[in-house]
Each structure stands twice: as C-alpha cells, then as structure tokens.
C-alpha cells in the first residue's frame, strides 16, 4: 500500500523554525512530484511548495519564499520542508503529496497519494 507519513510539526513562537519530513514507502519515489499543501481552519488547502522528481525545479506560495525550502532525498523516499521565520499565518495543517503529472504547480485533482498531514501552531 503506498503511505507518505509525515512528521516534525509541533506547537512553537514566532520566529522560530520546524522541519517537516515526508517518509514514502510502497512508491517509486524518484519518479513522482512531491509537495507539501497546507490548510487552516475554514480555508482551502493551498500548495506552500513543491519540487520536481528530480530536485531541480521548485515552486514556492509567495508568502513562504525566502523562508520555506523544499528539499528531497530520493535514496531515502524522504522529502523535507524546512521553514524559518514561522509566523501565526503558517499556522495549518501541512500535507504531503505526490503526483506523477510534471508539474511543480498542479491542481488538486492531479494529486495521487496524500499523507495523512501533520499540525503546525505558531504563536506569537
């Protein structure tokens, strides 16, 4: 059965930093698109950043460019989201995803496999 398990969320300050991991087992991780979306109380989920099968392309939500950055280890099937500067407006729960479409900006449609998501609370 193919599983994306995230981790690494948690409750912190404004201004401090947490890393996101996304473990894929049961997939052929190399060959999919990864990204984590996130999704507040009462709004949409939003892509926050995503990176190519080969790592080399990545597309950022404007309003976490310059402090989220999206990496991946294709020998590990792991995917990380390291994000600095957190501020209340992060505050969602963060998904990863996978998708084989080659898009770094896809639709919600094109997503193949969710995680099962992970909270982040920033307080200020």
């Known amino acids: 059965q193919v599983q994306l398990v995230e981790s690494g969320g948690g409750s912190v300050w404004t201004g401090t930093s947490l890393r996101l991991s996304c473990v894929a087992s049961?997939?052929?991780?190399?060959?999919?698109?990864i990204g984590w979306f996130r999704q507040a109380p009462g709004k949409d989920r939003e892509l926050a950043a995503a990176?190519?099968?080969?790592?080399?392309?990545?597309f950022y939500l404007r309003s976490v460019k310059d402090r989220f950055t999206i990496s991946r280890d294709n020998a590990k099937a792991t995917a990380y989201l390291q994000m600095n500067r957190l501020h209340p407006a992060d505050t969602a729960v963060y998904y990863c995803?996978?998708?084989?479409?080659?898009?770094?900006?896809?639709?919600?449609?094109?997503?193949?496999?969710w995680g099962q998501g992970t909270q982040v609370i920033v307080s200020s």
């Open positions: 995803a996978a998708w084989s479409a080659p898009t770094v900006q896809p639709s919600i449609g094109a997503i193949e496999t």
């Open positions: 990176i190519a099968h080969h790592g080399t392309t990545t």
């Open positions: 049961e997939l052929d991780f190399s060959k999919y698109q």
